[in-house]
């Protein structure tokens, strides 16, 4: 059974008050890409949508990312980086196997001793940790959390699998919830996280966990991202529909309550497909893979960033977001926009 849950009934409640990002300056081009494998523009741009990425610096790895989009985001929203008490940082490409991330950036910004850990559920992770601060914020835990999406996923992909290489590439994105103990307003309104995972090996790094750890003979393929992309690709349309149904119908909302939805950015066809059967105007769904690629934990944020920069989004829309990825995970939140002016 997928937890599904209206939030909000109680005080303090969650708002979502702001969100910062960042992309490397390297733009790799789907011309570069027809110089590496045996592909086309033609074919990138028309199966996928996607037509340019950003690739870390070799000397930039998953924490600088996250401490940029931290940073543009505690500027944005005049936050004090010691006011921050919990700071979630939702990655599938850490620095290390360990230490985690989030205490690594949590200093690179300033936070002195702020909560912080990471999570991992690949594509859905920045909506598990969405809810988590939700939680935490809703128990009376955390006043103000920061949760972060940031992956460097250059690093792990096989750069002659022209199935995958073209698709993934790297950023970050960050976004604020603040306890609000006030009568007005709605924050976090739901959350739909949910999970399968008969089948890992539809989208996976097949070796360097415990199951396989990485030794000589171990193929360099092995060590980078391997998708079933058909069978992905269906669950991911069937999937948006359904977990959004299900948080809507939590939330006693419809697809009409919506202005916004910000779904993971892993291909056009897949926003096209679902957005049809959702019956929600093509004018709402948020299109930023065209210029980034698909990001995993970064893609929500990012096309959220995207849409306030297009003058998308409102103060006090209502945003529908949707991850989905390997585990097979997924997630989705409804929120209203209430950013701190
Ligand atoms: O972020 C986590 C979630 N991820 C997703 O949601 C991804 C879901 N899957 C997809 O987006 C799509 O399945 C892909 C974009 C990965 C692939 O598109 P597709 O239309 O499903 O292509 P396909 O895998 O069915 O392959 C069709 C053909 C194959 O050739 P044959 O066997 O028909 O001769 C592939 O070898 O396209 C070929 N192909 C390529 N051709 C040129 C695969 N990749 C490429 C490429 N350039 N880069």
């Not at 940082?89 to 690179?108: E, L, N, Q, R, W």
């Not at 809810?131 to 835990?141: L, N, P, R, V």
Request: one cysteine or more.
């Amino acid at each position: 059974m997928s937890l599904v849950a209206a939030t909000g009934r109680t005080r303090p409640r969650a708002r979502l008050t702001g969100v910062g990002t960042y992309v490397p300056e390297r733009v790799l081009t789907n011309a570069e890409l027809e110089e590496m494998v045996d592909t086309s523009d033609e074919w990138i741009v028309s199966r996928t949508g996607i037509r340019q990425r950003h690739i870390a610096a070799p000397e930039q790895a998953t924490t600088d990312l996250a401490a940029e989009a931290v940073n543009d985001l505690l500027a944005r929203t005049g936050t004090n980086p010691t006011d921050v008490d919990l700071l979630i940082v939702a990655t599938t490409t850490p620095d290390y196997v360990f230490p985690p991330c989030a205490p690594i950036v949590g200093t690179k910004c300033g936070m002195d001793h702020v909560a912080a850990y990471d999570t991992n559920a690949v594509c859905s992770g920045f909506m598990y940790g969405i809810a988590q601060a939700t939680g935490m914020i809703e128990s009376g835990i955390a006043r103000r959390a920061v949760v972060v999406g940031a992956e460097t996923l250059s690093r792990i992909i096989d750069w002659t699998d022209r199935a995958t290489c073209v698709l993934f590439a790297d950023g970050a994105g960050a976004v604020m919830l603040e306890a609000d103990d006030g009568e007005q307003g709605s924050g976090v309104m739901g959350v739909e996280l949910g999970s399968d995972g008969s089948s890992p090996a539809d989208l996976w790094v097949p070796a360097g966990g415990t199951r396989t750890p990485r030794s000589e003979d171990t193929p360099l393929a092995d060590t980078c991202i391997q998708m079933n992309g058909r069978e992905v690709f269906r669950f991911a349309t069937r999937i948006l529909v359904e977990s959004s149904q299900r948080l809507l119908d939590e939330a006693g909302m419809t697809m009409d309550d919506v202005d916004l939805l910000v779904a993971h950015q892993a291909n056009e066809r897949i926003l096209d497909h679902a957005s049809e059967r959702m019956g929600i105007a093509r004018e709402k769904v948020v299109m930023n893979l065209d210029r980034v690629g698909n990001t995993s934990s970064a893609s929500i944020p990012l096309a959220m960033a995207d849409a306030r920069d297009r003058g998308l989004l409102d103060a006090g829309a209502v945003v529908l977001m949707v991850g989905f990825g390997a585990g097979l995970t997924w997630g989705s939140v409804l929120v209203r926009w209430e950013p701190r002016a």
